[in-house]
């Protein structure tokens, strides 16, 4: 029995990197995808361009074209963009506008975030460099520094990184998130489980939280547990598929495989 029970947790941990790249529900929002919660953007950003991306890409795409050099413009267009999927083009707003504002903080942390939303890493930990100052470090900035570490493997940097975003924001759920994240990532799911908990427990911690939350805990075999908290903010026949799918999956771990991480030399976050 002690060897079978070894074996299921050895099973759980090879598998937890490979499923953090499996979507689970039709709608891609379910508990079998790990998503981040950084932000990067602060007072520049209208609540109109999280809401429909297609009228918020009509109207900040008119006023972006009317000035090409507005800040705000550009960066609500552009999160428009990326929630219509076109990614390079968002890409391609964002650095023209920062051509004209290189001394934009918001902007950079867009910019930031875009490159490494199209996989280019290494220029947006450059661009993301720019964005804040060592004397004014900025929570946000540091968030999303560590996620894109996260993106290339670099799991310890990453956790440095959100370790100084909470000194300066306290609880902040979407840092918590996100280290949570990169915990699941590094496979010491217990300490994941214990910090996606601190986050989902936050007011206005995002829906997503308690979904890689409910992965975290259905890795670990809590199935059961897994369910009634994908529940929250699914549809139960959804959350169900969702377990379902995650109980295949763990029974198979030979069929996936982690994808592997590129080496990057070790970050330096502010102390």
């Excluded at 000035?67 to 650095?95: K, S, T």
């Excluded at 720019?130 to 670099?154: C, E, F, K, S």
Aim: aromatic content about 4%; overall charge positive; charged content about 20%.
């Amino acid at each position: 029995m002690r060897s079978q029970t070894h074996s299921h947790i050895g099973s759980t941990r090879r598998v937890a990197s490979a499923a953090i790249v499996v979507l689970v529900a039709a709608a891609g929002a379910g508990c079998g995808t790990l998503q981040p919660a950084a932000t990067t953007t602060g007072s520049l950003v209208s609540p109109a361009a999280a809401g429909d991306p297609q009228q918020a890409a009509r109207t900040w795409g008119e006023r972006y074209r009317a000035n090409p050099r507005d800040p705000a413009a550009a960066i609500n267009y552009a999160q428009a963009l990326r929630g219509l999927g076109q990614r390079a083009q968002a890409v391609a707003v964002l650095e023209q506008a920062s051509i004209h504002n290189p001394s934009s903080t918001e902007l950079l942390g867009a910019y930031g975030r875009a490159l490494a939303d199209v996989g280019k890493h290494e220029q947006a930990l450059e661009v993301l460099g720019r964005a804040h100052t060592p004397d004014r470090p900025d929570w946000r900035i540091l968030n999303v520094q560590g996620a894109v570490y996260d993106q290339l493997g670099q799991h310890q940097d990453a956790q440095r990184y959100y370790a100084t975003a909470l000194k300066i924001a306290p609880e902040e759920p979407s840092v918590l998130s996100n280290l949570g994240l990169s915990y699941a990532l590094s496979k010491n799911l217990p300490e994941a489980e214990t910090v996606l908990k601190r986050a989902a427990a936050r007011r206005g911690a995002d829906p997503r939280v308690r979904q890689n939350l409910a992965l975290v805990v259905g890795l670990q075999g809590r199935f059961d547990e897994a369910e009634a908290i994908a529940r929250a903010d699914l549809p139960p026949e959804q959350a169900a598929a969702n377990v379902a799918y995650l109980k295949q999956m763990l029974s198979q771990p030979n069929a996936l495989q982690a994808r592997a991480q590129p080496k990057r030399p070790a970050a330096r976050p502010p102390s």
